[in-house]
């Protein structure tokens, strides 16, 4: 076995400590999603309705266990600066297109609510705020997954590493608002897109969860750098 390949199964190979930590966060999530089963008026039930029940929870444990697995190599003020200025603009592109922050909806109003029994817990709870001139919705698994992100690219922009390839994919980690630029595209290519177009929508949640998991994959790995 090559040292390449000893060094990266050191990295990823799970201590007893972090699966400790790891069963007792499950079993926690089980009890909160079973808690809110019990106590809300959601209709979200059946099979199909796993994608809001669980998903948000992969984007939760998996941004937590790379922001706590990942340390920035050592370097200089300058390098630092620039990562963190690379990481903050790539933070603003995700929150922007995925839907956290936007224009007011509506500017003459200012409004704020916190959304709890509505939502599933890590889509809840949930701060609403339309002001006059932006809106923010936070929703925790997507405010979670988007930082560590951002942190991923922080720490690959310290590597020098081209992170071109995790910056792409983490755009593309919010299928559901670049959706319709691809649909628009398939449309021109294949006429009437409304069943494409219509069974990728239903999967929307699933796709985004799997590439959001294979942008921090390759953002943590870093495959294309040093």
Do not use: H
Request: hydrophobic share 55%; charged share 10%; proline share 6%.
């Amino acid at each position: 076995m090559s040292t390449v390949t000893s060094d990266w199964l050191a990295r990823v190979r799970p201590e007893r400590k972090t699966l400790l930590w790891a069963a007792l966060v499950v079993n926690f999530e089980i009890l909160l999603l079973a808690s809110y089963a019990v106590i809300s008026e959601s209709q979200l039930v059946g099979p199909l309705a796993v994608r809001y029940w669980l998903f948000p929870f992969v984007w939760i444990n998996v941004g937590l266990w790379a922001i706590l697995r990942t340390r920035p190599a050592p370097t200089g003020t300058r390098e630092r600066r620039i990562a963190a200025a690379v990481a903050v603009g790539y933070f603003a592109v995700l929150s922007y297109f995925g839907g956290l922050i936007g224009p007011a909806a509506n500017p003459a109003l200012s409004t704020a609510r916190v959304v709890l029994l509505d939502l599933p817990p890590g889509w809840g709870p949930a701060l609403l705020y339309d002001g006059t001139v932006v809106g923010v919705t936070l929703m925790p698994y997507k405010l979670v997954g988007y930082i560590s992100l951002a942190y991923l690219v922080y720490a690959t922009v310290i590597d020098a590493a081209g992170s071109a390839i995790g910056g792409l994919l983490g755009l593309l980690s919010c299928v559901s608002c670049t959706w319709p630029v691809l649909a628009t595209l398939v449309t021109g290519v294949v006429g009437s897109g409304t069943a494409v177009a219509s069974a990728a929508y239903a999967q929307t949640y699933g796709l985004s969860t799997v590439v959001f998991v294979v942008t921090v994959a390759l953002l943590y790995w870093r495959p294309f750098g040093r």
